[in-house]
Every structure is written in C-alpha cells, then in structure tokens.
C-alpha cells in the first residue's frame, strides 16, 4: 500500500495567515492526488483534485500544488470557517489511501 | 443534485455482519458516470478507504478488508450497500457513502452525512 504522511498533524494560526500543509507519498503517485477539509461531526468536503485543480465552488484562497511524492495544501490569508482538519488522498493506485490528517486550530 | 443517505442498524454484536444501505436521489445508480463508494472513519481518527463499485460491475475492496467486505448495487431501489462480516470492536466507525464520478481526475462528492455503527456486545 502506498503511505501518506501528512505534517504537521496539527498547527495553530490566527485569521489572516497563510498555510501551508504538506502530503508526502512512500511512492511516486504522479498528481492523482486529491484535498478534503472536514469540520467537527461533517462529512469531508473535496477542495482540490490532480493535486491543483480547485473543486466546483472551493473559495479561491485554497491551493495545491505538487507531483510525484510531495504535495502541498495552501490557504492564504485563513478565515474562521477555514478550522477543521484536512486530508490528502492517493488514487493513483488500489487500495487508495488517506493522510492521516492535519487539524489546523485557532491561535 | 445528488445527494445519497446512509441507513442501517447502529449497534452490532461482534462476530455478527454489518449492513448499510445507502440511498440515492437525484440521480441513477445505473449510471455510468459514477463510482459509488463507502469510506469509513473511526471515531477520533482518519479516514478509511472500505471500496468502490460501479454499475458494470467494476469494483475494488480495501484488501485489509477485502475477505469480509462486499459492495453491491441494488438498482430496482436506486441504492447501493456495503456488508462486513466477522464484524471486531476495530470496526466501530461512522461509515459515509460517497460518490465519484468516473472518467474525471476529481475526488468524492457528494456525500451522505455519516452514519455511526458500534460493535459491541
């Protein structure tokens, strides 16, 4: 199985700041690479897919960026709805697999 | 606009099989332009890919569930369910049915809004 290994698992920011949350792949998964935002007792929303295509509707301060084993989720400028916990996710071969997540907090 | 709910029993005994349905409105499950696809997330934990399942029949299973999972569609009820046997405290989780759409590089949606199953005796 291919393993995803977010960093950090956790951050504090303030309103304002900007981002930035990093996905490494134990192995070369192209962009097949996807970005999800989940808030407390929700379903996970998709934000981005092929790694920097931003999703129908995702506010355009959500970015990602990245090939091969390294990808990275950016939000400039962070707004209160922005707190939740974020996931990557590889489909670039079965089983597909997640991060285990990042959980950006208020500072 | 497509929107899918999960539905099965939230308490199960350990050793006994898990069943959920999930239903979809707003769209086909005939449809070709859509993997239907359960994900599971225990509670305080990541997500879990459990497998997809699309209407000619393709589908692909988590191997680390893979001899106890099974997905299928239900197409007279425009549903499609997920079944684990030989069911571990591991499993409590809440379980989402999701849906992707096929032939694009784009991730899940929608989703249903989660539903917990406890396995407990």
């Known amino acids: 199985d291919i393993e995803m290994t977010q960093s950090p698992s956790s951050l504090s920011a303030s309103v304002g700041d900007r981002v930035n949350i990093t996905c490494r792949a134990s192995?070369?998964?192209?962009?097949?690479l996807g970005w999800y935002q989940q808030k407390p007792g929700k379903a996970p929303k998709r934000l981005v897919s092929a790694a920097s295509t931003l999703e129908s509707g995702v506010p355009s301060r959500f970015s990602g960026s990245g090939s091969g084993t390294q990808f990275t989720l950016t939000i400039t400028s962070l707004q209160p709805e922005d707190f939740a916990t974020y996931y990557c996710l590889q489909r670039y071969t079965y089983p597909w697999t997640f991060g285990q997540g990042t959980k950006v907090e208020i500072k | 606009q497509l929107q899918l709910q999960e539905s099965g029993p939230g308490l199960v005994k350990p050793s006994e099989t898990l069943s959920l349905t999930c239903n979809v409105s707003?769209?086909?499950?005939?449809?070709?332009?859509?993997?239907w696809g359960w994900v599971r997330q225990p509670p305080g934990k990541g997500l879990e890919w459990i497998g997809n399942v699309h209407y000619s029949g393709n589908i692909n299973y988590n191997p680390s569930l893979k001899s106890r999972v099974t997905i299928f569609i239900d197409t007279s009820k425009n549903q499609f369910s997920l079944k684990l046997t030989s069911v571990s405290a591991a499993d409590t989780a809440v379980y989402y049915c999701?849906?992707?759409?096929?032939?694009?590089?784009?991730?899940?949606?929608?989703w249903g809004r989660g539903t917990l199953v406890t396995v407990s005796s």
């Open positions: 707003g769209g086909s499950i005939s449809s070709t332009t859509s993997y």
């Open positions: 999701t849906r992707r759409a096929a032939g694009k590089p784009t991730e899940f949606d929608p």
């Open positions: 192995q070369g998964i192209r962009e097949d």
